[in-house]
């Protein structure tokens, strides 16, 4: 049982029709990429049409936006490949700390941690091992309180600072200024841009950890208090989506050991 009737031989297309709709369909297909998918994927706009259409900036965005990308993934990537290294060394600098502060020069010494010409020399001629101790008597309790004491004096230098930076952006530029921070610490901020709005993106990020704290379009200035989450950098991220430069200032205030523009 069927209900279509199949089709005669004077109603199947010819083989010139197939050509013809063959022909018009790639016609087709390369106007529409041409037109729309080039412009909108990869910025490029060869006829102008995707310009008026709105569709060659956002291509443009789109690889922008990838370049960054990858450019972040060969940052992380290269501070991972130095991370192991420095952190062997920081473990060693504290081990040797410890037993400073405990008046264990000579063992140790005997354990190979000192200096590698030390390990000759006769333990009784070391004379310097009584007088570290001495010279940390105020805190000669427990590594743990010397580290505290001295996080509590550094907190309350960096608790005073204030800076000001002031940059142009020319049309598509986008700019990175970030607070080197340690977590929980707090900086007051303030930015605004003459000549136009900027689109912003609030951020912090580390090795293996990243934070998004607020995103905004067309926004011309912003204020408040930004709080560490972890330790490492927290800053922003600007970009001119205008057709005219603009010039963006900050001020910033508070709790952080140094202020630098990354992008």
Known sequence: MYNTDKPTREELPTSAQLKRSTFI????????LV??????????????IGRLLGLTEMGQIKTQLAAE???????????????????????????IETLLVRGAIPNATAAGLAAPGASDAPATPVKPAPTVPANTQPVSTTPP????????AASKKMAGRSDEVSFQLAPGQGAEIKLVMKEGAQAKFS????GGSVNFD???????????????????ADDGVLEAAFDGNHGWFWRNRNGATL?????TNGDYAEIRRVL
Do not use: C, M
Request: aromatic content about 4%.
């Open 191 to 194: 930015w605004a841009s003459k």
């Open 202 to 220: 609030t951020h912090g990020d580390t090795k293996g950890k990243s934070i998004s704290y607020e995103k905004g379009r067309g926004v011309d």
């Open 247 to 251: 010039t963006v200032t900050l001020k």
């Open 35 to 48: 037109t729309i998918v080039l412009p909108s994927e990869y910025g490029i706009d060869p006829t102008r």
């Open 145 to 152: 309180a010397v580290t505290a004491s001295s996080g509590a």
């Open 69 to 95: 990308a990858a450019a972040d993934a060969a940052s992380d990537g290269a501070s991972a490949s130095g991370g192991a290294d420095q952190k062997a060394v920081l473990n060693r600098l504290e081990r």
């Open 25 to 32: 369909a790639a016609v087709s297909a390369a106007f529409l």
